[in-house]
């Protein structure tokens, strides 16, 4: 959630909701033709085709995750934030030109992106197992916003650009070899978004929806294969938000 208005100094804003995250365009079709090569992947080797889908869903993450949130009013017009959505931890900072009802935030974040299960993977595409790559990640958004004089509606828009890099271990199990495939994954994913969202409520607590949309462009190697996939996401999430 990014509320363009910062806390006064003290104040602490707590958020728990759900957040998605859906592939579209280039992502969604490479992640479609991996597992419709599944029959040449059982052969025990990974195909190009099926290492751009395992490039997708690496560098894109689709899928649905729980969201909290912490932020924490620093005062000079600035707050400080940590979220945690699934598959990263994300700290920020960020300062706003503020008005009664308007306001301008610049801010700077730095993720940290967190291994995922091989289970929950699968739901993506069968024998991929991710649990061995973890990266890191940095964003800049910039959000223009407005509050209503009663503080009852928040309504927020505004831009993202970021980097992630991804590293370590990535598995295909597949029936016609017994021994999983183990490789190197070297992948980063470059991103522009768009981003609104909407909250309503009364003195402290407030019920907020976002939509992010973004183009990627991701990267890398994994098996020792090249692949760059280019596409969309959709990323909707919903949240309580408590204000002391």
Same mark, same amino acid.
């Given at each position: 959630m990014h509320p363009a208005h910062v806390l006064s100094q003290g104040r602490t804003r707590f958020a728990a909701g759900a957040a998605a995250n859906f592939a579209a365009g280039g992502a969604s079709d490479a #992640?479609?033709?991996?597992?419709? =090569? !599944?029959?040449t992947a059982n052969t025990g080797n990974p195909t190009? +085709?099926? +290492?751009?889908g395992a490039l997708a869903v690496a560098a894109f993450a689709p899928g649905v995750a729980p969201f909290v949130a912490g932020r924490v009013g620093l005062g000079y017009n600035a707050e400080g934030g940590f979220s945690y959505t699934g598959h990263a931890m994300r700290l920020d900072a960020r300062y706003a030109i503020e008005g009664e009802s308007i306001a301008l935030s610049v801010g700077v974040g730095g993720s940290a992106l967190l291994s995922r299960r091989g289970t929950l993977t699968n739901q993506q595409l069968g024998g991929l197992d991710l649990?061995?790559?973890s990266g890191w990640g940095? =964003?800049?958004?910039?959000?223009?916003?407005? !509050?209503?004089? /009663? =503080? #009852?509606?928040?309504?927020? #828009?505004?831009?993202?650009g970021g980097y992630e890099s991804l590293r370590g +271990? #990535? +598995?295909?199990?597949?029936? $016609?070899?017994?021994?999983?495939?183990n490789g =190197?994954? /070297?992948?980063? !994913?470059v991103m522009v978004a768009g981003l609104t969202g909407l909250a309503v409520g009364f003195r402290h607590f407030h019920a907020g929806v976002e939509v992010q949309g973004g183009y990627? /462009?991701?990267q890398g190697a994994?098996?020792?294969? /090249? $692949?760059?996939?280019?596409?969309?996401t959709l990323s909707p999430s919903a949240a309580l938000l408590g204000t002391f």
């Open positions: #992640i479609n033709k991996a597992d419709a =090569d !599944r029959i190009p +085709t099926y +290492t751009a649990e061995g790559v940095a =964003d800049l958004p910039v959000v223009f916003g407005w !509050r209503s004089e /009663d =503080d #009852i509606v928040w309504w927020w #828009i505004g831009a993202r +271990t #990535i +598995t295909l199990v597949v029936p $016609a070899n017994p021994y999983p495939l =190197d994954v /070297d992948a980063h !994913r990627h /462009d991701a994994l098996w020792g294969i /090249d $692949a760059e996939v280019k596409g969309f």
